[in-house]
C-alpha cells in the first residue's frame, strides 16, 4: 500500500462546516496528490504538491485549499463544505523522478448534508 | 488538453476467456502510462506501468502494450477468473509530471 493512510475515512458533515482531509505517508516522496472520485466523472484532480510548501492547482481545485508543513503529510481543507462536495477522496504519492508510478491511498468518503 | 477514454464501459465474459481492454488518449506527449484495477469501495492497486520508452509490459496474466503514435493502450488478461472482476483504469501522466489523467474505467464482469 506504500505506506499511505487517510483519515478519516468516512465522514458526514452539514453545508457550510469546515472539513480537513489527512493524508499521511510512511516514504519520503516529494509528490503527493488529492482527487476526488465521482459517477460519470472519473478521478479527478484536485490539488498536487511536489515538496514542503510547494502545491499547485489541479482540475478542480474551486472550493478547495491544501497545504503541506511537512513531507509526509498533505491536508485537504473545503473551508465552507457544500452538498456537490459530496464524494470519494484519494491521496496519492508519486514516484516522480524514478518510474512516476503513483500509489494509491484507501480513500476517504465525505457526504455533505 | 488531454483525454483519456476508455472502451467498453462495461464488459461480462465467462471463466477462462481472454479478453482486451482498450484505453486510447489524444496527446501522445506522455511520460508514463498506467493501468489499475478499483474494487467497489476501496482505493486503486497498480496493475502495469509503462515507460513512454517501452512499447509493452507483463505481470502473470496480465500484458499492457503501449502505442504512443497512435495514442493507444491496451490491457490484455489471459484465462480470465472470477477474482478479476472489477474496474479498471488507465491513466496518463504528462511529460511535466503534475497529473495522471484517468479515463473512467472498464467494469470487468467474470462469471463461473
Known amino acids: 500500500d506504500a505506506g499511505i493512510t487517510q483519515s478519516p475515512r468516512h465522514k458526514v458533515t452539514e453545508t457550510g462546516t469546515p472539513v480537513t482531509l489527512r493524508c499521511h505517508q510512511t516514504?519520503?516522496?516529494?509528490?503527493m496528490y488529492w482527487y476526488r472520485q465521482d459517477p460519470g466523472h472519473g478521478l479527478r484532480l484536485i490539488h498536487y504538491?511536489?515538496?514542503?510548501?510547494?502545491?499547485d492547482k489541479g482540475e478542480v481545485s474551486d472550493g478547495y485549499s491544501v497545504s503541506r508543513s511537512k513531507t509526509e503529510d498533505f491536508l485537504l481543507t473545503l473551508e465552507s463544505a457544500t452538498s456537490s462536495q459530496t464524494s470519494v477522496y484519494f491521496c496519492?504519492?508519486?514516484?516522480?523522478?524514478?518510474?512516476?508510478?503513483?500509489?494509491f491511498g484507501e480513500g476517504s468518503r465525505l457526504t455533505v448534508l | 488538453k488531454q483525454e483519456v477514454t476508455q472502451i467498453p464501459a462495461a464488459l461480462s465474459v465467462p471463466e477462462g476467456e481472454n479478453l482486451v481492454l482498450n484505453c486510447s488518449f489524444t496527446?501522445?506527449?506522455?511520460?508514463?502510462l498506467q493501468w489499475f484495477r478499483q474494487d467497489p469501495g476501496k482505493g486503486l492497486t497498480s496493475l502495469l506501468l509503462?515507460?513512454?520508452?517501452?512499447r509493452e509490459q507483463t505481470s502473470g496474466r496480465l500484458n499492457a502494450s503501449l502505442d504512443k503514435s497512435s495514442g493507444r493502450s491496451t490491457l490484455y488478461i489471459a484465462a480470465s477468473q472470477p477474482g478479476d472482476s472489477a474496474t479498471y483504469l488507465c491513466?496518463?501522466?504528462?511529460?511535466?509530471?503534475?497529473?495522471?489523467?484517468f479515463g473512467k474505467g472498464t467494469t470487468l464482469s467474470v462469471s463461473s
Open positions: 496519492a504519492i508519486s514516484v516522480w523522478g524514478d518510474t512516476g508510478e503513483l500509489f
Open positions: 509503462i515507460q513512454s520508452s517501452q
Open positions: 504538491s511536489y515538496g514542503v510548501k510547494d502545491t
Open positions: 496527446d501522445s506527449a506522455i511520460y508514463n
Open positions: 491513466a496518463v501522466t504528462d511529460q511535466a509530471g503534475t497529473a495522471l489523467i
Open positions: 516514504e519520503n516522496h516529494r509528490y
